[in-house]
């Protein structure tokens, strides 16, 4: 079936209806990742988006279940150039358009998705509309399409309800898990070990226990915390700071999440709340940006964001450069943070734009890029051993 995408600017792509039959309005953005789709489709921070990935060809090792970063799939839509109708690989449990398909999720193939791509780098993200009706009229269409907003959609994603993860020492001790059996299928499925039995297991968090806040966490943050022996408690986005300070954790982190961090009102304030408390603070991506919000600091919408798992990012303590997974439209306006407030700690080597900030006189600092990955490398997973560290330091600075 013919389908459509069309553009804000007036530029129409004709190619093929994939996934489900349905017409969406929604902001366009482009993921240079060359592998996990997977993990793409189902980064809550694509809500309120349709994806469209630079790689030639989608599809073609299926969707494995385990891959999943969280239990569907956000984006709006989904923009192809090419999409492999079977999966060669033997942990597939499903193809692509099967995946699609009963999740609801409409997408257009065929497309020339580097001239999509090179237009949305010159002109900037663009809403747009897939459609398989080809009798649209632009009259018609432009004007809903510059209307289209994301909104606030950090509530569609986040938790509905307070829920534990245990880290994978303290179910070891109580014999829910043993060693041999650790990454069994069983185990995975119940969720109590990390998906990815090829990750570096460092137990230096046992016993630590962590309130993560959920703006639309990744399920890795979770993961990489429990496979270092961490015990974390999930909270909704809307949680207030003194139940969060209530439950007395080591140490609190602020997860990834979609839409524009100006419109998270309440959550910043209770961002400030915790900001106040003297626990080690880690954040990541929207948390990172709602942080700074909280102490002040201003937040601005980039031309075309950074969306793949190949940006270089600059620790500025160390004067390492570590190659990172991102996903992000908004960014920390370094030029209007008080420095007494908060310094720059990473940056980004493309165009310099910041990618973390370290509190000054606190136990807090935060990154825009995502340490967690998956899909993407793992080069800064250093900075989850970094918290865990920070979480002894404050212990020891209280006995």
Request: charged content about 25%; aromatic content about 8%.
């Amino acid at each position: 079936m013919r389908a459509f995408l069309i553009l804000e600017d007036g530029t129409v792509f004709e190619g093929t209806q994939i996934g489900a039959r349905k017409e969406i309005i929604s902001e366009i953005v482009f993921n240079t990742s060359m592998a996990g789709y997977t993990e793409v489709l189902t980064d809550p921070s694509y809500a309120g988006q349709a994806v469209c990935m630079t790689y030639p060809l989608i599809g073609n090792y299926g969707v494995c279940r385990e891959d999943m970063e969280s239990r569907k799939p956000w984006p709006d839509g989904f923009i192809v150039r090419e999409l492999s109708r079977t999966a060669s690989n033997f942990r597939a449990d499903m193809t692509i358009q099967e995946f699609l398909e009963g999740h609801g999720v409409p997408g257009i193939a065929g497309i020339d998705t580097r001239a999509l791509t090179r237009l949305l780098r010159e002109k900037g993200t663009m809403n747009g509309m897939i459609t398989s009706n080809a009798d649209y009229s632009l009259e018609d269409v432009l004007p809903r399409l510059k209307e289209y907003t994301t909104g606030k959609v950090v509530e569609k994603v986040t938790c509905e309800h307070k829920f534990e993860r245990k880290g994978v020492k303290a179910l070891e001790e109580n014999g829910a898990i043993s060693g041999s059996a650790r990454f069994s299928r069983e185990n995975y499925e119940a969720g109590i070990h990390e998906k990815r039995p090829g990750m570096v297991r460092v137990l230096n968090g046992a016993g630590k226990r962590v309130a993560l806040l959920d703006l639309g966490a990744k399920d890795n943050i979770a993961d990489s915390l429990v496979s270092r022996g961490c015990d974390v408690t999930v909270y909704p986005a809307w949680t207030p700071a003194e139940e969060i300070l209530a439950d007395e954790p080591d140490g609190i982190m602020l997860s990834n999440g979609p839409g524009d961090p100006k419109e998270c009102v309440s959550i910043i304030k209770e961002i400030r709340k915790l900001y106040d408390s003297e626990i080690p603070i880690f954040a990541i991506c929207l948390g990172h940006q709602l942080m700074a919000l909280a102490m002040g600091a201003d937040t601005y919408k980039m031309k075309y964001g950074h969306r793949g798992g190949n940006h270089p990012v600059k620790d500025l303590q160390t004067g390492k450069v570590y190659i990172s997974s991102q996903n992000h439209g908004y960014v920390v306006d370094t030029d209007k943070l008080d420095p007494q407030t908060a310094v720059p700690a990473f940056v980004n080597v493309n165009d310099g734009t910041n990618e973390g900030l370290a509190y000054t006189g606190k136990n807090i600092f935060t990154v825009q890029f995502h340490p967690e990955a998956c899909p993407g490398p793992q080069d800064s997973g250093y900075l989850f051993d970094r918290f865990i560290d920070s979480m002894k330091d404050s212990q020891k600075g209280r006995e």
